[in-house]
Nanobody, 123 residues
C-alpha cells in the first residue's frame, strides 16, 4: 500500500503561484511514476502532469505547459507541482497519484490516489 497526502493548496489571485506537495508513505517511492490530476466542479478529472519513476522524464497537459513544473525528491518521498501564472480556470481539486514502475499515464490508470487539495484562483 502507498498512502498519498497532498498539501499546499489555497486561495490565490490570478497571476499568483502555489507549490503543491504530495507526501508518500508505504512502499518504495522511487519505484513509482507519479501523476498530478485535477477536477473542477462538474468536470471530469483530468491529467495535469506526470514524472516517471526512472530517468525523471516529465509530461504536461497542453493547458499547463510553461506554467506548471513537476519535480520529485525521492529522499523525502515527495512529489511537487509548482504552479505559476495561475488562471481562474486552474481552479480545481488537485490530486496526486502513483503507479508502480510505469510509463507516465495520462489516463486515470494509477494504483493509488491522494485525497486532493483545493486550489482556488480569483480573478
Amino acid at each position: 500500500q502507498v498512502q498519498l497526502v497532498e498539501s499546499g493548496g489555497g486561495l490565490v489571485q490570478a497571476g499568483g503561484s502555489l507549490r503543491l506537495s504530495c507526501a508518500a508513505s508505504g512502499r518504495i517511492f522511487s519505484s513509482y511514476t507519479m501523476g498530478w490530476f485535477r477536477q473542477a466542479p462538474g468536470k471530469e478529472r483530468e491529467f495535469v502532469s506526470g514524472i516517471s519513476w526512472i530517468g525523471g522524464s516529465t509530461k504536461y497537459a497542453d493547458s499547463v505547459k510553461g506554467r506548471f513544473t513537476i519535480s520529485r525528491d525521492n529522499a523525502k518521498n515527495t512529489v511537487y507541482l509548482q504552479i505559476n501564472s495561475l488562471k481562474p480556470e486552474d481552479t480545481a481539486v488537485y490530486y496526486c497519484a502513483a503507479r508502480y514502475r510505469s510509463q507516465i499515464m495520462t489516463t486515470k490508470a494509477y494504483d493509488y490516489w491522494g485525497q486532493g487539495t483545493q486550489v482556488t484562483v480569483s480573478s
